[in-house]
């Protein structure tokens, strides 16, 4: 039972660590263009030109 007093705040904390990363993610603008990322991966332009 006293494991829970170590676990439940390792928890909680990684939760926020998460939530707090997931905001910056969103200020920073990594979602910013979906589609361009979609549309990149199936691009077959061969820049080593042979």
């Not at 990684?14 to 990322?37: C, H, I, N, T, V």
Request: proline letters at 2%; charged letters at 20%; glycine letters at 12%.
């Amino acid at each position: 039972m006293s494991v829970l007093l170590y676990l439940v705040p390792t928890a909680l904390g990684l939760g926020l660590l998460g939530l707090f990363a997931f905001m910056w993610s969103l200020k920073s603008g990594q979602y910013e263009d979906l589609e361009g990322a979609a549309h990149r991966i199936l691009d077959d332009d061969d820049l080593r030109g042979t």
